[in-house]
T-cell receptor
Framework: EADIYQTPRYLVIGTGKKITLECSQT?????MYWYQQDPGMELHLIHY???????EKGDLSSESTVSRIRTEHFPLTLESARPSHTSQYLC???????????FGSGTRLTVV | KNEVEQSPQNLTAQEGEFITINCSYS?????LHWLQQHPGGGIVSLFM???GKKKHGRLIATINIQEKHSSLHITASHPRDSAVYIC????????????FGTGTRLTIIP
């Protein structure tokens, strides 16, 4: 029943590789977010978008980049993966106003 | 200094018990969110509150703006309620940078 989709669900990749984590939502939400979460730790906002062609960095410094060319699509790219990027990445979206968040299932990234 | 503190960090209870999870914060907020994170990592948004009380099924969330405190209650708890419950704050209207607590890990024993 999820209306926000993240792929891949799990990814193991070598150091130095370029990777793109996909996030798509079918709800027409204008706002989208990427969070990073280490095991047992709190969520940290790394990127967000208010709408098409709008992207902002969050509080947690990240070497990743994002783009928002279409409302429904908010991919996150790591140009050169490092072991320190090993984490869970969660995508979320919501509609402007007093609305809650819808989260994707997350991508568990391991960089070896 | 954490802007949001949750208690307890871990809670184990028997099936059927009434559960209370607390969230205290130190900044002015426009809204407070309660999230549920299952063992597989998926997150569900339970409530968004700016005042008063909300109820959804067996879940009740309350907020006291003056005391800067919110509680999440679960009535007639069930093993499927076992999850991490996370409190998140929106500091200002239009500010997208939610601040999250570290979560309360709830385990309900059959």
């Amino acid at each position: 029943e999820a209306d926000i989709y993240q792929t891949p669900r799990y990814l193991v990749i070598g150091t130095g590789k370029k990777i793109t984590l996909e996030c798509s939502q079918t709800m027409g939400h204008d706002k989208m977010y990427w969070y990073q979460q280490d095991p047992g730790m709190e969520l940290h906002l790394i990127h967000y978008s208010y709408g098409v062609n709008s992207t902002e960095k969050g509080d947690l410094s990240s070497e990743s980049t994002v783009s928002r060319i279409r409302t429904e699509h908010f991919p996150l790219t790591l140009e050169s993966a490092r072991p320190s990027h090993t984490s869970q990445y969660l995508c979320a979206s919501r509609r402007t106003g007093r609305y809650g968040y819808t989260f994707g299932s997350g991508t568990r990234l391991t960089v070896v | 200094k954490n802007e949001v503190e949750q208690s307890p960090q871990n809670l184990t209870a028997q099936e059927g018990e009434f559960i209370t999870i607390n969230c205290s914060y130190s900044v002015g907020i426009s809204a407070l969110h309660w999230l549920q994170q299952h063992p597989g990592g998926g997150i569900v948004s339970l409530f968004m509150l700016s005042s008063g009380k909300k109820k959804h099924g067996r879940l009740i969330a309350t907020i006291n703006i003056q005391e800067k405190h919110s509680s999440l209650h679960i009535t007639a708890s069930h093993p499927r309620d076992s999850a991490v419950y996370i409190c998140g704050l929106s500091a200002n209207f239009g500010n997208e940078k939610l601040t999250f607590g570290t979560g309360t890990r709830l385990t309900i024993i059959p």
